[in-house]
């Protein structure tokens, strides 16, 4: 059947207003009968026609964007992914995709930095979702929001109570995405019990993902908080991080290929990918045999099996290996970089060689350390003074991440017989 509808071009500046344009929109169609452009109510008259696909005749899919550029993008790509089609067009599910850049940034926002609500601005766009469902003839959409750091509680509960307090949840079934990240674990690795984290300041700071996990005997696993600043930097640095930049940079490689060797060092049997652009700079399956779980391609499934189409599966386990820590010498590529006088991400990249040697020396080594503490090894590797160390409770101090600093404790930690290859 065809259902002619009007379809209005208009400024989503309330959210309240949503059935009144909706009512309006409805009385001036009748008026306006099949001209399709109409001048003075700046209108066109569309035919929308039912078509036969594996998704319900009365449910489509929504997609919240905004929320970094590519996120919506991407989620959007891993929906058309997971759905089980006969390869036609139409066997695809009904997408409405809505991304608009009036909500604030989540991290700022969870840090105090900021007193803008980043769930107003997307309740804003699932008002538009809203509309743009009920003109498209479908009764409700399933939608998610392809963010980590939004489904914090202190953002993620607003939005649904403004959701709910307008009306908008009547049309709009929210679909939580780190639920279903976690339910989706024991599917991707059974048995699991030690998941490493990668993620955003924001959604770290919320612990939103060890509430989830450890509930269920998950423990999490992260890069040393003294290295979490690293992984901000990778995800944000307007220059090269890999929300500002695409195709992804080199920087961002390299920097998020060494944050997952990390957490496999320290025993992490699956690998959360807790930032939405984090899978454009690790976009394989598993690292070091390691599987990388993806929020987004879990939401992707689970708003498609929602929607009455057919998901495809998970990739199977891979075989584990063991991991290889990289052998520190002077004259290695990231110590001739440093010395040379290195960008920022190089001598993060240098101080995390540093961090990573010292926890293969302890597994090593242990009691027989020569080393007191971590605060002493870092003194000797990066060769800071008593003063600065004493200023620091972490032993770990700004000077240390400079070029000289940095270059200064490679040198140091290569001549030393005391450290693994």
Not at 186 to 207: D, F, W
Not at 315 to 322: F, G, K, L, M, S
Not at 398 to 403: G, L
Request: one cysteine or more; glycine letters at 6%.
């Amino acid at each position: 059947s065809k259902a002619t509808v009007s379809v209005l071009y208009c400024s989503f500046v309330s959210i309240i207003n949503m059935s009144s344009s909706a009512d309006a929109g409805s009385s001036e169609s009748s008026s306006s009968g099949n001209s399709g452009y109409n001048q003075h109510s700046s209108r066109v008259t569309l035919e929308f026609e039912s078509t036969v696909a594996p998704s319900s005749k009365t449910v489509c899919i929504g997609i919240g964007g905004g929320v970094g550029p590519a996120a919506g993008v991407i989620l959007h790509r891993k929906i058309i992914e997971a759905t089980v089609s006969d390869g036609t067009d139409q066997s695809h599910c009904e997408v409405h995709h809505i991304s608009r850049p009036d909500v604030a940034d989540r991290t700022s926002y969870l840090l105090g930095e900021s007193e803008k609500s980043p769930a107003v601005g997307m309740a804003r766009t699932m008002a538009a979702l809203a509309e743009s469902v009920q003109t498209s003839g479908k009764i409700t959409a399933v939608a998610g929001v392809p963010c980590n750091t939004f489904h914090a509680p202190k953002i993620w509960d607003e939005f649904v109570r403004i959701l709910d307090d307008t009306g908008i949840s009547n049309t709009v079934k929210l679909v939580h995405m780190l639920d279903e990240t976690v339910r989706a674990i024991n599917t991707i690795v059974p048995g699991a019990r030690k998941i490493g984290l990668l993620s955003t300041t924001g959604t770290r700071n919320s612990r939103v993902y060890h509430d989830l996990l450890e509930p269920q005997g998950f423990s999490v696993v992260q890069v040393d908080a003294s290295m979490q600043h690293m992984v901000h930097d990778a995800i944000y640095n307007r220059d090269w991080g890999v929300k500002a930049v695409q195709p992804t940079s080199p920087e961002a490689l390299s920097s998020f290929e060494m944050f997952a060797t990390d957490l496999v060092s320290q025993g992490a049997e699956a690998i959360i990918l807790g930032c939405t652009e984090i899978p454009l700079a690790l976009p394989n399956t598993h690292h070091d045999c390691v599987p990388l779980i993806d929020p987004m391609a879990v939401l992707a499934r689970a708003v498609v099996t929602r929607a009455g189409a057919v998901a495809s599966s998970f990739a199977p386990p891979a075989t584990r290996a063991p991991v290889a820590i990289p052998r520190i010498s002077s004259t290695s590529s990231v110590t001739s970089a440093v010395l040379s006088g290195a960008p920022k991400w190089q001598q993060h990249a240098a101080a995390f060689v540093i961090q990573s040697h010292w926890r293969a020396h302890i597994a090593s080594k242990g009691e027989n350390s020569p080393f007191e503490s971590h605060d002493h090894f870092f003194r000797t590797a990066l060769g800071a003074s008593p003063e600065s160390l004493a200023a620091s409770p972490s032993g770990i101090t700004p000077e240390m991440f400079t070029p000289s600093g940095v270059a200064a404790g490679m040198l140091r930690v290569a001549s030393s017989d005391v450290l693994m290859t």
